[in-house]
């Protein structure tokens, strides 16, 4: 790839001193990229909290909701918007456990939300993707990078929820391992980014997350509370006086910049979320660019070699199973799926990862985030334990399930093939990509939370028809590329419709042509105030010429005239 080759001077005819200063100068840029990671991985931490500050409290609303709740198809699409509300799916499914260690919930009524945090997740890195649409070769592979992981989390639930609401073999699993093994309640996950991250982070805000549980199982008082822990910490000491036992407590004050605000939590999160996003995207820009100038020749080849290359035959299949394990690893350590994927999805845009390697990534990224769960859920007391780490084994499983279904065969691995379709397509048209995720995130789960608050026969009445219809597209697309000789003449194209019902090239020229016309009107705005400006000086300088010559003002007068006629007809053009 182009953007790879070295284009500086060889090492080889560089000087001592010019040997010297480029090592100190890669050094540099390594120092500068981690401060950078450090920054990037605290901002998305900050943008979970602005999320939960700004929608928190809607979320916990809405898992009150427990007659919509029955629904698996509206318990799927919950799932997905308070993740998406939230931007964690480690505080979602936190949410659920407590509601069902909590009697609120079934077990089997959780499954279709956790299945849905597991979609929800997933916008993070694909929005990280739209930060590489400036070249177009970058953002097509980075979208499709990204989305990989949204197809992998799309089919694996078009298969396994109507499977598990026939079956339930994910509750049946979990159930008989949990009752097969003698579990005891054990210590808290560890934290391990937390360590480096918390510091910086808890003295910009602190959250008591308990708020939302609480809002969730039905806790009258937690409507009422903040979100912004003002208390941080609790210190406690026993005192014993010969046969009286005192025990005291005392809570510290928070030290965080909005532990005494006088501000709404709405307007904090509004802060937050401006300014996590702005450093997000500056930092994910000069991560690419740093990474660009330290990728590059003789060291890109090598990385490229390394992460990318299988092992030698009759091992080859245990490449992808290695790359599994190593993202679940990294998820492990950084204790967040979305941090991990959202890391990887430059290195694919700029070329260094492939997106056949980063779907095992992000595969494994998916039962590390899982492993994180079990860890928290075996650290809770005795009376909720077995609940609790129900939950966390259905998510574990989900995604086993997943890889069985959409991994081990090649022919099976039908999320690379669409994501590299879905990338071809946004590289072409740009501006799909913005209503991708806005449909897949946000239309679709609102409009399906509506038809489900409408009932169960509204619901079925309006989406079966629609599925029926997308799956004819799909069986005739399939036909026409295969074997179009088995269809009616009249279905072996498309062109019998519309053109902009088979096209997105009529849709391209709308967006183009209100892109154009936003641009005019810009260009035209600031052109009428300079020539105001001007016209000002103009006519300070020629007061007097005007009343000394009348026939040169006329002149002028009829130029200026023509002059914006110009002006206007260019605009008028260009506009079209």
């Excluded at 897949?440 to 608050?453: E, H, I, Y």
Aim: glycine share 6%; charged share 15%; proline share 4%.
């Amino acid at each position: 790839m182009l953007e790879l080759q070295d284009t500086g001077v060889k090492w080889a005819d560089l000087d001592t001193k010019g040997k010297i200063l480029r090592v100190l100068i890669n050094a540099a840029k390594l120092f500068l990229l981690v401060g950078l990671l450090y920054m990037f991985v605290c901002s998305l931490d900050i943008l979970s909290s602005a999320f939960q500050l700004v929608g928190g409290k809607t979320a916990g609303d809405i898992f009150q909701e427990n007659t919509v709740l029955s629904n698996p198809l509206a318990g799927l699409v919950i799932g997905m918007l308070v993740t998406l509300l939230v931007q964690s799916s480690s505080t979602s499914s936190s949410i659920v456990v407590s509601m069902v260690s909590s009697g609120l919930l079934e077990v089997s009524t959780a499954v279709p939300i956790i299945m849905g945090t597991n979609i929800g997740t997933s916008v993070t890195n694909t929005v990280v993707a739209m930060t590489q649409v400036g070249d177009r070769n970058k953002f097509r592979r980075a979208f499709a990078g990204a989305t990989v992981h949204d197809f992998f989390n799309w089919l694996s639930v078009l298969v396994l929820l109507p499977l598990e609401v026939a079956t339930g073999y994910l509750v049946k699993l979990t159930d008989l391992i949990i009752k097969s093994f003698n579990i005891q309640s054990g210590e808290n996950a560890p934290a391990l980014l937390n360590v480096i991250t918390d510091p910086l982070t808890h003295s910009i805000i602190v959250l008591d997350e308990s708020v939302i549980s609480g809002i969730a199982t039905g806790d009258p008082e937690a409507k009422n509370k903040s979100l912004i822990k003002v208390w941080c910490q609790t210190a406690s000491n026993t005192k014993q006086a010969d046969t009286l036992t005192h025990l005291w407590s005392l809570s510290i004050p928070g030290n965080h910049i909005f532990v005494n605000t006088n501000l709404s939590d709405l307007a904090v999160g509004l802060i937050l979320l401006a300014c996590s996003l702005l450093i997000l995207c500056t930092c994910l820009i000069l991560i690419v660019k740093l990474l660009n100038s330290m990728l590059k020749g003789q060291v890109a080849v090598v990385i490229k070699k390394i992460m990318n290359t299988d092992f030698p035959f009759p091992f080859a299949w245990l490449t992808g199973y290695i790359a599994m394990v190593v993202g679940a690893g990294m998820t492990f350590i950084v204790q967040s799926s979305s941090v991990f994927t959202s890391a990887i999805t430059p290195l694919v845009g700029i070329g260094v990862i492939k997106i056949e390697r980063a779907y095992p990534l992000s595969l494994g990224s998916n039962i590390g985030t899982t492993t994180t769960a079990i860890l928290a859920a075996m650290a809770s007391p005795g009376e909720t334990l077995g609940n609790s780490l129900q939950i966390a084994l259905v998510h574990l499983f989900f995604n086993l399930s997943g890889i069985l279904l959409w991994y081990p065969i090649p022919f099976t691995r039908l999320p690379i093939r669409m994501a590299k379709a879905l990338g071809q397509l946004t590289a072409q048209y740009r501006w799909f990509s913005g209503v991708y995720i806005i449909f897949c995130f946000f239309a679709f789960p609102l409009v399906v939370f509506g038809l489900s608050l409408a009932g169960w026969l509204v619901l079925v009445g309006v989406l079966v028809p629609i599925v029926v219809v997308l799956i004819f597209i799909i069986v005739v697309n399939s036909l026409q590329k295969h074997k179009p000789q088995w269809l009616p003449s009249i279905l072996q194209s498309w062109d019998f419709l519309p053109l902009w019902a088979h096209s997105l090239e009529p849709w391209d020229r709308v967006v183009t042509t209100m892109a154009a016309r936003c641009c005019c009107c810009c260009k035209c705005c600031n052109t009428t105030e300079e020539n105001e400006e001007m016209g000002k000086h103009e006519n300070m300088d020629q007061e007097i010429e005007m009343y000394d010559n009348p026939t040169m003002t006329n002149i002028r007068k009829i130029k200026e005239v023509k002059k914006t006629s110009d002006s206007c007809e260019i605009f008028k053009a260009t506009s079209l």
